[in-house]
């Protein structure tokens, strides 16, 4: 193991830690669950289920990443999520083609990035605030749509996207891992990915530099549409149909946990895809094990809620503060006896 190889290991430890200790937990109360079994040319089992369930959240947290790291952050991915599937399911339900609804579910998805963009970049709104707008009027928008019914759809072309697979993997993992690869390449390899830390850093500094930090900042929202509306075929397509009331409902906050649990800042200014997608695994794993327990869905609710609060404490300035008083008498005293003869 190279250098470079062992400092990734050792900066995502944590995350690979967490992951790790829950699917023990998981295995140790189903024996079964890292059984993996082939059927129809498919994978199936514990671990590929929670690949698969965990594509919305996954996709959702690759667009989250990147609006985090620059000081902002997206609360309308969800609802973006029902107004594409219900694009896509209508599209189909009146006799388009496949490609004409996938294509008009990702050109609405991007849309409603760029409105989210142009109010924070151009006017200046507070990203909280502006992408509030969406998250409030989107199922609205979704029902109407839908005209606020189930819109259900047989369509074989567009299942395909949700209960497909290629080479034995089910689509919706090849999609978020292929959506990851890309943006992480585009992000890593040009400088693109520096000057979306320069902006979470200081806005300011980094347009006086000569960043054009509003069509960046557009641009970063927009691909946070994709990724919400690709999410959302997927979960249009693994129902057959439009959910307007409960596609991606809550998924947002899901997103923002994984970011967060991946370690990216949510001050800006740092980010990391790989950690995000590792813990939206997190989240489907605990997921996973608490359905399969046989626990009600509320305490699902109730654990995501006590992970995000351990977190916030950890990262909080006062926490932080604390510790650098508690560690500082220590490193006084190792100072005072390596210096003494």
Request: some cysteine; overall charge neutral; charged content about 10%.
């Given at each position: 193991?190279?250098?470079?190889?062992f400092?990734?290991?050792?900066?995502?430890?944590?995350?690979?830690?967490?992951l790790?200790?829950?699917l023990?937990?998981?295995?140790?109360m189903?024996?079964?669950?890292?059984?993996?079994t082939?059927q129809?040319d498919?994978l199936?089992?514990?671990?590929?289920?929670?690949l698969?369930?965990?594509?919305?959240?996954?996709l959702?947290?690759?667009?989250?990443?990147?609006?985090?790291?620059?000081k902002?952050?997206?609360l309308s991915?969800?609802?973006?999520?029902?107004?594409?599937g219900a694009v896509?399911?209508?599209?189909?339900?009146?006799?388009?083609?496949?490609a004409?609804a996938v294509?008009?579910?990702?050109v609405?998805?991007?849309?409603?990035g760029?409105?989210?963009g142009?109010l924070?970049?151009?006017l200046?709104?507070?990203?909280?605030?502006?992408?509030?707008?969406?998250?409030?009027a989107?199922?609205?928008?979704?029902q109407?749509?839908?005209?606020?019914?189930?819109?259900?759809?047989?369509?074989?072309?567009?299942a395909?996207?949700?209960?497909?697979?290629?080479?034995a993997?089910?689509v919706p993992?090849?999609?978020w891992?292929?959506?990851?690869?890309?943006?992480?390449?585009?992000?890593?390899?040009?400088?693109?990915?520096?000057l979306?830390?320069?902006?979470?850093?200081n806005?300011?500094?980094?347009?006086?530099?000569?960043?054009?930090?509003?069509?960046?900042l557009?641009?970063?929202?927009?691909?946070?549409?994709?990724?919400?509306?690709?999410?959302?075929?997927?979960?249009?397509?693994d129902?057959?149909?439009a959910?307007?009331?409960?596609?991606?409902?809550?998924?947002e906050?899901d997103?923002?946990?994984?970011?967060v649990?991946?370690?990216?800042s949510?001050?800006?200014?740092?980010?990391?895809?790989?950690?995000?997608?590792?813990?939206?695994?997190?989240?489907?794993?605990?997921?996973t094990?608490?359905l399969?327990?046989?626990?009600?869905?509320?305490?699902?609710?109730?654990?995501k809620?006590?992970?995000?609060?351990?977190i916030?404490?950890?990262?909080s300035?006062?926490?932080?503060?604390?510790?650098?008083?508690?560690?500082?008498?220590?490193?006084?005293?190792?100072?005072?006896?390596?210096?003494?003869?």
């Amino acid at each position: 193991m190279n250098a470079e190889t062992f400092g990734s290991v050792r900066r995502f430890l944590p995350q690979i830690v967490a992951l790790v200790a829950i699917l023990a937990i998981n295995t140790a109360m189903f024996p079964g669950f890292l059984d993996i079994t082939v059927q129809n040319d498919r994978l199936y089992g514990s671990l590929i289920d929670i690949l698969n369930r965990g594509a919305p959240v996954a996709l959702l947290a690759i667009g989250m990443t990147l609006v985090i790291a620059t000081k902002g952050i997206d609360l309308s991915v969800g609802a973006v999520m029902a107004i594409c599937g219900a694009v896509a399911a209508s599209e189909v339900a009146s006799g388009g083609s496949v490609a004409a609804a996938v294509s008009a579910a990702l050109v609405v998805g991007v849309a409603c990035g760029a409105w989210n963009g142009m109010l924070v970049a151009v006017l200046g709104i507070q990203p909280i605030v502006a992408t509030l707008i969406l998250m409030v009027a989107g199922r609205g928008i979704a029902q109407l749509i839908t005209e606020g019914v189930i819109l259900t759809f047989n369509n074989e072309g567009l299942a395909f996207f949700g209960s497909g697979s290629i080479f034995a993997l089910p689509v919706p993992v090849l999609l978020w891992i292929g959506m990851g690869l890309l943006v992480a390449f585009v992000v890593r390899r040009t400088a693109l990915g520096l000057l979306i830390e320069a902006i979470g850093v200081n806005r300011r500094a980094a347009t006086l530099s000569g960043v054009n930090s509003r069509v960046l900042l557009i641009t970063v929202y927009m691909v946070s549409g994709l990724c919400a509306a690709i999410a959302g075929i997927i979960a249009a397509a693994d129902i057959r149909g439009a959910d307007a009331n409960n596609a991606g409902l809550w998924l947002e906050l899901d997103a923002i946990l994984a970011v967060v649990l991946g370690g990216t800042s949510l001050l800006g200014g740092r980010f990391t895809l790989l950690g995000s997608l590792i813990g939206a695994m997190i989240i489907q794993s605990i997921n996973t094990g608490i359905l399969s327990s046989g626990f009600p869905p509320e305490f699902n609710l109730i654990i995501k809620a006590v992970i995000i609060l351990l977190i916030l404490v950890i990262q909080s300035p006062a926490l932080r503060t604390f510790l650098v008083f508690w560690r500082a008498p220590k490193e006084e005293v190792f100072d005072k006896e390596q210096s003494a003869p």
